[in-house]
């Protein structure tokens, strides 16, 4: 095509300086159009941001890319030769989905069962809380497959249909999980993502030996963790080499992972409530186990002057800890010595 544009650019301004040059003044005219039609025919296509010339002609594509660069064209009569840009540039996206419901349980409750053909069938899934789930993808377009690229709306349009496969498959996770079990079924749920996006048939593609793992099992709870680790290396190797996603997007996914899960509303309220008290309960036990040992040492301590059960000593301990915390005084006790309570400020005070 380059050859017939210069032919072309070169016949109209050549010829129409042979004919000026011998007398003629149209030829005049076809200089001035073939200069004109010359500087028309130069476009630079951009470094900054990482882009490509998608060739059409006759606004049809032809799948032709232009590299960056000045390069040649003729976005006129009677070629119409010209390109249409597109921003190559590796995409780090976050998608974010909320209000993703859960189940109440593993075993799905519900508030009303149906039987129907002899079988009982749920009506009614009870709702467990909902979730927040943040996916981060890394994609960039497949310079082989602009056309498709072009064909889904470019990068918006390929967002768009990435983020509602996603939150198809992930939505679908929460009618089968619990909301604690989505928080740790991330490995899962990245698997399911990738499949979903770059496809079964595309991902045995990319493996060495894809009959090795059947991709079209589902993937959940019941898989062994093993089996899970073994598919989560093969979907990351087929990620690394750059599949394409098998609805014809023309993007490759570099990389996926889920960043967050974490519960919504009432029910992360209700989640930092009951780790506030599993942190509260551990934080007794310790205490109790640290006034007991406190105790033992003040035992000790009492046995050269006075006896004392292990029960009377930890009361000692909690009334100097309230001292010690401001709430109290000291006091004399009877019968014990200065140097004893001495001796007894500072095993408490190394407590």
Same mark, same amino acid.
């Given at each position: 095509?380059e050859?017939?544009?210069v032919?072309?650019?070169g016949?109209?301004?050549g010829g129409?300086s042979?004919?000026?040059f011998? +007398?003629?003044w149209?030829g005049?005219? $076809?200089l001035?159009?073939?200069v004109?039609l010359? $500087?028309?025919s130069?476009?630079?296509i951009?470094?900054?941001?990482?882009t490509v +010339?998608l060739? =059409?002609v006759w606004?049809?594509?032809t799948g032709?890319?232009?590299k960056?660069?000045?390069?040649?064209?003729a976005?006129?009569?009677?070629?119409?030769? &010209?390109v =249409?840009?597109?921003?190559? =540039?590796k995409k780090?996206?976050d998608?974010i989905f909320?209000?993703?419901?859960c189940?109440?349980?593993?075993?799905i409750?519900t508030d009303?069962?149906v039987?129907e *053909?002899?079988?009982v069938i749920s009506?009614?899934?009870?709702?467990?809380?909902?979730?927040?789930?943040v996916v981060?993808?890394?994609?960039?377009? &497949?310079?082989?497959k602009l056309i498709a690229? =072009?064909?889904?709306?470019?990068? /918006? #349009?390929?967002?768009?249909i990435?983020?509602?496969?996603?939150?198809?498959?992930?939505?679908?996770m929460?009618?089968?999980?619990?909301w604690?079990?989505m928080?740790f079924?991330?490995?899962?749920m990245?698997a399911?993502?990738?499949?979903?996006i770059?496809?079964v048939?595309?991902v045995?593609g990319?493996?060495e030996n894809?009959?090795?793992?059947?991709? #079209?099992k589902?993937? +959940?709870?019941?898989i /062994?963790?093993?089996e899970l680790e073994r /598919?989560?290396e093969y979907l990351?190797?087929?990620l @690394?080499?750059g599949?394409?996603?098998?609805? &014809?997007?023309?993007i490759?996914?570099q990389?996926?992972?889920?960043?967050q899960?974490?519960p919504?509303g009432e029910?992360?309220?209700?989640?930092?409530?009951?780790?506030?008290?599993?942190?509260?309960?551990?934080?007794e036990?310790?205490?109790l186990? @640290?006034e007991?040992?406190?105790?033992?040492e003040?035992?000790? /301590?009492y046995?050269s002057?006075t006896k004392?059960?292990l029960?009377?000593?930890i009361? *000692?301990?909690?009334?100097?800890?309230t001292i010690?915390e401001?709430?109290?005084?000291?006091?004399?006790?009877a #019968?014990?010595?200065?140097?004893?309570?001495?001796?007894?400020?500072k095993?408490?005070?190394?407590?």
């Amino acid at each position: 095509m380059e050859i017939l544009i210069v032919s072309f650019l070169g016949l109209l301004i050549g010829g129409g300086s042979f004919i000026l040059f011998n +007398g003629g003044w149209w030829g005049l005219l $076809f200089l001035a159009i073939g200069v004109i039609l010359l $500087f028309q025919s130069f476009k630079k296509i951009p470094s900054d941001p990482p882009t490509v +010339g998608l060739v =059409t002609v006759w606004g049809e594509r032809t799948g032709e890319i232009k590299k960056e660069g000045w390069v040649l064209l003729a976005p006129y009569f009677p070629f119409v030769y &010209d390109v =249409t840009l597109v921003d190559v =540039t590796k995409k780090n996206e976050d998608f974010i989905f909320e209000n993703v419901r859960c189940v109440v349980s593993k075993n799905i409750k519900t508030d009303e069962e149906v039987e129907e *053909e002899g079988k009982v069938i749920s009506t009614n899934i009870r709702s467990g809380g909902s979730v927040k789930v943040v996916v981060s993808i890394t994609w960039v377009p &497949d310079k082989e497959k602009l056309i498709a690229y =072009t064909e889904s709306g470019g990068e /918006a #349009g390929v967002r768009r249909i990435v983020s509602d496969k996603m939150a198809e498959v992930i939505r679908q996770m929460g009618r089968n999980h619990n909301w604690e079990q989505m928080t740790f079924a991330t490995d899962v749920m990245s698997a399911n993502l990738i499949i979903s996006i770059v496809g079964v048939n595309n991902v045995k593609g990319a493996m060495e030996n894809p009959d090795e793992w059947d991709f #079209g099992k589902k993937l +959940g709870d019941q898989i /062994a963790d093993d089996e899970l680790e073994r /598919a989560m290396e093969y979907l990351q190797n087929a990620l @690394t080499n750059g599949v394409a996603d098998a609805h &014809d997007l023309g993007i490759k996914i570099q990389r996926l992972n889920i960043k967050q899960v974490e519960p919504e509303g009432e029910l992360k309220r209700d989640a930092e409530k009951s780790a506030r008290e599993v942190q509260d309960r551990r934080a007794e036990v310790f205490e109790l186990a @640290t006034e007991i040992q406190l105790a033992r040492e003040l035992k000790k /301590a009492y046995e050269s002057k006075t006896k004392k059960t292990l029960e009377e000593c930890i009361m *000692e301990v909690r009334r100097r800890k309230t001292i010690r915390e401001g709430h109290g005084k000291v006091v004399d006790i009877a #019968g014990i010595s200065p140097e004893m309570i001495t001796t007894v400020s500072k095993i408490i005070g190394r407590g």
